[in-house]
Structures are given as structure tokens and as C-alpha cells.
């Protein structure tokens, strides 16, 4: 079984329970993440954007409430089970109606090159493949000009601060996480993908290598997440 097919199998599986599942795991820090990264996108009403594994629709949600009026967001995912909630999500809130979702694969965006103002993606990347293709992704369908923004888990580095965080990550959210699905395997991938994922600073010179320019990165709630912002030349 490949990469793809094992995360596709695991968000099908845990779709209903994810969003519930990611405000307690996070202390309902997710909300402003999300907020934090909408705001570094510097969009404007009218524009056109793309959010990358986007997953229940909570980041289109906020980006769609950012380009309103006028503005058009295209939700990309490739796993069905994860569009079907966001669907719901999106008929019952005001600008949904400027989403428009899409069953792709984040290597091989369907979208012509210079498409968007900006695309984004939001715990997504590091259930990639290929981190760097998928950044080349993003990077290619965005305007000159515009922006590349991911937000997604991080290294924190602070002493104590670091060794609590990995022990309630490694032992605490994975339980936590079968006493909310019911079954074991998807929330012991989690710190697994991080884990596997590379530091912040790492992920920035990806983005410097892709000649995407702009601030460096930011760290929120000590570290634990990370915000990217490259600007495409």
C-alpha cells in the first residue's frame, strides 16, 4: 500500500469525528491557527484562491469569508469521505456558497499555471508524498506575484515546554484519539507524521529553493505550529 492510499484510507475513516477530534486535541486552538494564516495570505475581496487538501472546508470556510465579496475559493482534496462533510459545512454558512470543491491530487493539481491569487494549505502538507512537489504545485498555479501559505504541526524547541508536548503527543493523543473513533491506527499516525516531517527551518529553505520570497516563517502557542508565507516571484 502506498503513502497516498494508507492517509486516504485514514481521513475517510476518521471524516466524522475530525473536526470535533482536532478542537480537543488542539484546546480549541485550531480556530485562531486557521484566523492567524487567513490573515499572512493578505487576500482581498474579488480574489480567487486555492486551499490544498482542504479537508472538512474549515480553512475554505475562513478564506471564503475573507474574498467576500466577489471572491471565488476552490477546495481540493482527495479524499471523499472529508468533502462530503465539508459540503455540509459549507451549504449552512453565508459565503460558502463562494467555495467550490474538487476530488484531486495535491501532485497533480488540475488547474492551469498562474491560476490564483493565492493557495494555501493547512495540516496538509506532511501527509504529502512529496513535500516539495506539492509545494512546486502550489507555487505553479499561483500568480506572480501572489502567495503560498501553509500552516502545519512544528518542532517546538523550548526545554520542558518541548518534552511535554512530545509525551502528550505520543502517548496522549493517540488515546485520546481511539476513545474518539473507536478504533486504534489513525491517531497513532499523527505522531508519526510529524515525526517524519521536517523542521520548520527546513521547510522554509523549500520554499526559499522554489524561489518563493517573503517573511520567515511564524511560530504559534510555543511552537507547536508553524506558518509559512512565500510570495511567488
Not at 493517540?174 to 473513533?181: A, Q, V
Request: aromatic share 10%; proline share 7%; hydrophobic share 40%.
Amino acid at each position: 500500500m502506498t503513502k497516498e492510499e494508507y492517509v486516504r484510507g485514514i481521513f475517510n475513516n476518521i471524516a466524522p469525528r475530525y473536526d470535533l477530534l482536532n478542537t480537543v486535541l488542539s484546546f480549541n486552538r485550531d480556530r485562531g491557527w486557521r484566523r492567524f494564516a487567513v490573515a499572512r495570505a493578505g487576500l482581498v475581496p474579488g480574489d480567487k484562491v486555492l486551499d490544498v487538501c482542504c479537508g472538512t472546508g474549515m480553512l475554505a470556510l475562513e478564506l471564503a469569508r475573507a474574498v467576500n465579496p466577489g471572491g471565488q475559493v476552490i477546495g481540493l482534496d482527495f479524499a471523499p469521505a472529508m468533502l462530503q462533510i465539508a459540503r455540509r459545512r459549507l451549504a449552512a454558512s453565508p459565503p460558502g456558497h463562494l467555495v467550490q470543491l474538487v476530488e484531486g491530487n495535491a501532485l497533480e493539481l488540475p488547474f492551469a499555471d498562474n491560476t490564483f491569487d493565492c493557495a494555501t494549505v493547512a495540516f496538509g502538507l506532511r501527509n504529502l508524498p512529496d513535500i516539495k512537489r506539492g509545494l512546486a504545485e502550489m507555487r505553479r498555479v499561483v500568480r506572480p506575484g501572489g502567495r503560498v501559505v501553509s500552516l502545519e504541526l512544528a518542532k517546538p524547541s523550548r526545554p520542558i515546554f518541548k518534552q511535554l508536548y512530545y509525551f502528550y503527543f505520543d502517548h496522549l493523543v493517540p488515546f485520546i484519539g481511539r476513545l474518539g473513533i473507536g478504533i486504534d491506527g489513525p491517531y497513532s499516525y499523527l505522531p508519526r507524521s510529524l515525526k517524519g516531517y521536517p523542521h520548520q527551518e527546513e521547510v522554509l529553505q523549500y520554499f526559499r529553493d522554489l524561489d518563493l520570497e517573503g517573511a520567515p516563517y511564524y511560530e504559534l502557542t510555543g511552537g507547536i505550529v508553524a506558518v509559512h508565507v512565500g510570495i511567488k516571484k
